[in-house]
């Protein structure tokens, strides 16, 4: 009876100890994205105003967020760097795990050392929803690359919103996605 009492106490402090010990690891996580380098964010989809309304939105929350996003003009150098299809080649490479062409496209315009957040936009098309408004739908596809080729973050996220046309909803919507893939990455 009294061994039974003490291995019962010694599995409560074990279980307890366990706890703290995830609890410290939990706190002590860092975010995907270091806040050393560069940040080019390059995008991929069917839709030129979706694929820079993501690359905008994005780089204006991780700007908000503390991080260095390259600047404007390094990144219109860095779309001419190469024509529109091998550029998104280069975003579909990268999205894909293969991260020398984009890195190649950096280098190129002086961009020796970034991360590289890549992402792939879907926003289908809004549909009127009974209350005669528009309901659109975005997912990001994410992939975070680090200036030595390691993936750093990979993850899918989803934003929904309403808007009075379907060109208001579906740019809520990238918004929307957008703002969550920021707040999953840098935390």
């Given at each position: ?16 100890a366990s706890v703290a010990v995830l609890c410290a690891l ?75 062409a984009i890195m190649n496209l950096g280098s190129k315009v ?47 996220v989803s934003g929904k919103q309403v808007g009075y046309t ?22």
């Amino acid at each position: 009876m009294v061994k039974l009492n003490v291995v019962k106490k010694f599995a409560a402090a074990l279980s307890m100890a366990s706890v703290a010990v995830l609890c410290a690891l939990a706190s002590s996580s860092q975010a995907a994205i270091p806040n050393k380098e560069l940040i080019a964010v390059v995008a991929d989809g069917s839709n030129e105003q979706h694929i820079r309304s993501a690359e905008a939105i994005m780089t204006q929350h991780l700007l908000m967020s503390g991080y260095k996003p390259a600047d404007e003009q390094k990144m219109k150098q860095l779309r001419a760097a190469a024509n529109a299809s091998r550029e998104r080649e280069a975003v579909k490479l990268a999205l894909q795990g293969n991260v020398k062409a984009i890195m190649n496209l950096g280098s190129k315009v002086g961009l020796s050392k970034f991360t590289t957040v890549a992402i792939r936009v879907d926003a289908g098309q809004p549909a009127e929803n009974e209350f005669k408004l528009f309901t659109g739908t975005a997912t990001l596809s994410v992939v975070v690359t680090g200036s030595n080729g390691a993936r750093l973050y990979a993850d899918t996220v989803s934003g929904k919103q309403v808007g009075y046309t379907q060109d208001e909803a579906a740019q809520k919507s990238i918004e929307a996605a957008a703002r969550l893939a920021v707040e999953k990455m840098t935390k």
